[in-house]
């Protein structure tokens, strides 16, 4: 079993800049990808940025060239620095781990509010 708890929330202008963490325990050796999305009132979770146990990343289109997504498994975390942000960028966004029998692990989420 593993945990995830988010924070780096918050509300920012557009154009400004956020780091969401997450702190992974638990099991935390079963973790193979991690990844962050986010879901905004009316519309479908999506994928916003993974990253695999490697090192390798994804990120959806929207977000390409402004968010990046880093690792550190020494302290069990996942890092999304934002920048340049979009009222669009407005959403929960949510921690998750995949382990290697590919179980999904989730955060509460934390929330991201971009004024304009």
């Known amino acids: 079993q593993v945990q995830l708890v988010e924070s780096g929330g918050g509300l920012v202008q557009a154009g400004g800049s956020l780091r969401l963490s997450c702190v992974a325990s638990g099991n935390i050796f079963s973790i193979n990808d991690r990844g962050w999305y986010r879901q905004a009132p009316g519309k479908q979770r999506e994928l916003v940025a993974l990253?695999?146990?490697?090192?390798?990343?994804t990120y959806a289109d929207s977000v390409k060239g402004r968010f990046t997504i880093s690792r550190d498994n020494a302290k069990n975390t996942v890092y999304l620095q934002m920048n340049n942000l979009k009222p669009e960028d407005t959403a929960v966004y949510y921690c998750?781990?995949?382990?290697?029998?590919?179980?999904?692990?989730w955060g509460k989420g934390t929330l991201v509010t971009v004024s304009s």
């Open positions: 990253i695999t146990n490697g090192g390798s990343t």
């Open positions: 998750n781990a995949i382990s290697y029998h590919f179980i999904n692990y």
